[in-house]
């Protein structure tokens, strides 16, 4: 099946990508018959300091050595892909991350902005809102966002533990009928 997406752009959080994500970008950029991208580039914004690592070295506000130290961290997550048909590009860029990567999908011609959700808390989506449900109303291009399964079954638990039984209980049963 084609996914006929020629130019990739995958939104980092400059953590290290899971190896479930690492094969599902392969196989997104993956030899025929599927189209492989012809180009995958990885970017991180840093926006007002909220979605920077804490580890990340903040000497003096210094900005381009910041930045410089997030393209290295970028870099060494693009060779995690290993050898894939496609360019593997990295870039840092400064302002608001949805409108950053929107702008960026238009000027690098870009077919898809592809994101990783790692579940984050909801009072974290609070304070910093969510990036892919404001990238979806902003982007010119589809936005897949691919969830990482680290935390999958954590994440099961606590949702079935806190949503009543009721809820799955259909409140109308349609009428199925059968193809004539």
Do not use: W
Request: glycine letters at 6%; a neutral charge.
């Amino acid at each position: 099946m084609p996914t006929g997406y020629r130019r990739i752009l995958l939104g980092s959080d400059l953590e290290p990508l899971p190896k479930d994500i690492i094969e599902e970008i392969r196989r997104l950029a993956g030899q025929p018959p599927s189209v492989p991208p012809t180009e995958i580039h990885l970017a991180f914004i840093l926006e007002a300091f909220q979605n920077i690592p804490v580890d990340l070295p903040l000497a003096g506000l210094d900005l381009p050595s910041v930045a410089e130290d997030a393209l290295q961290r970028l870099d060494r997550i693009a060779r995690t892909l290993g050898p894939i048909a496609a360019k593997v590009s990295t870039g840092v860029y400064q302002g608001k991350a949805d409108k950053v990567l929107a702008a960026l999908a238009v000027s690098r011609k870009a077919d898809l902005i592809l994101l990783i959700s790692h579940g984050r808390p909801l009072l974290n989506r609070l304070i910093t809102g969510s990036l892919p449900g404001s990238l979806v109303h902003l982007s010119p291009v589809p936005v897949l966002v691919i969830k990482d399964n680290t935390r999958k079954e954590e994440l099961a638990k606590h949702l079935l533990a806190h949503l009543p039984g009721e809820t799955l209980t259909p409140l109308a049963h349609p009428t199925v009928t059968p193809d004539a």
